[in-house]
């Protein structure tokens, strides 16, 4: 065993037992992020293909075309995932992989692909935790409008609704939506990621649509698999004011129901958080009759993905939320490469703070890990500073089960190097380091650690 891993097994004490043996460990990837071959067998374009093409969108102008090549050599990638005895791996579906155009004809080869990483997944033991959507809305869609359109109620119905078709019978968990306050306030109010829209009314609009395609996505899947668990993620960070003034505290309880609760508490049957955000009882402008009992859906179980803390202040030319976050590096404090807080508490509070809602059933973490500026050496990455986030986050995981939190899994992000959207190929978040030249994978000591972890 490497020393660097060695030294960590002694220093942590950290024992797989602990979490119970029917926690599942895994990783999670995104199609964007990973797959590359953009054009290949029928695929039609994401909106992600075409906001790369974009001239200064994208850190260096990278794009996803070729990211880590998974479309043709997942083979070896899930092969070393069984070597590092990986048994979980989320991965999402391309929708215009599997429909060029978002609706209508259906690509058949996109089709069959999905079907091959499947099994060769079961094949191998490995058990594929399917996310419907994770970003890439096919572009004919936006055309339309994407998801500021209310249509995409009935294109997300038509896309649900094939994939539980073709995938069902060997996928057992599914995911409807990663993320979809990170789409939403990225892709249609900052304009950051793609489609690169701005405005309240964008947001709003979409914001409405995905929650309801959050439950329409879930009703679809458990009519069609009812023995499947059907959950849906949701990013999160643990938030806390920058001052003890009144002012950053109530600029803090704003950021909590855009961040954390806004997508969460419509699936719980709780409505949109409006009485912190006055100027959220917008979206009720995209109402239609009855849509109060679209948005609920009772999910087996939830996606939490959480990195960091953040710290709010109050901000009185920042508009719709008069609040911002004081970023990592001007408090000093310990970050990655994202200059996002290392600040392990942080999951164990999200943790808590979900439990609390009674309608939650059961937590997984979806997503955790860091980005660290890797080097390889000899064919060596030591990132300790990566080994230690994940032992620390993973302590306090623990710690909240151990209080009666009902968490049950754990997804690192993520498996090996990859496109990290508006940031390109420099933050590397992977326990696998890629050279994105020949495409050679080396395992890091920090994934050779959580292989010997979850070999114990
Ligand atoms: C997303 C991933 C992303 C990761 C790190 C999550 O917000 O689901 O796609 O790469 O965080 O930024």
Known sequence: MDSVV??????????????????????????YQIEGAHQADGKGASIWDHFTGI??????????????????????????MRELHIPNFRFSLSWSRILPQGVGQINYKGVDYYQRIIDHCLENNIEPWVTLYHWDLPLALEQKGGWANRDVVSWFEEYAQLCADKFGDRVRNWMVLNEPMVFVGAGYFLGKHAPGRRGIKSFLSATHHAALCQAAGGRILKASLPHAKVGTTFSCSHLEPYRDLERDKKATLRVDAILNRLFLEPALGLGYPFQEVKSLKRITDFFKAGDEDLLPFDFDFIGVQNYTREVVKYSLFTPFIQASLVPANKRKVVHTAMNWEVYPEAIYHMLHKFQAYPKVKKIIITENGAAFPDVLINGNVQDSQRLQYLQQYLKQILRAKQEG????????????????????????????YVDFETQERYVKASGQWYSNFLKQ
């Not at 060695?6 to 199609?31: M, Y």
């Not at 990859?418 to 190929?425: I, S, T």
């Open 405 to 432: 939190v009902k968490v049950d899994g754990y997804f690192v992000w993520t498996f090996t190097d990859n496109f990290e959207w508006a940031e390109g190929y420099n933050p590397r978040f992977g326990l696998v």
């Open 55 to 80: 001239k200064g969108k994208i850190l260096n102008n990278h794009n996803g075309n070729n990211a880590c090549d998974f479309y043709n050599r997942y083979h070896s990638d899930l092969n070393l």
């Open 6 to 31: 060695e030294d960590s097994f002694k220093r942590e004490e950290l024992h797989k037992e602990a979490f119970g043996k029917d926690f599942k460990w895994g990783v999670s990837t995104a199609a």
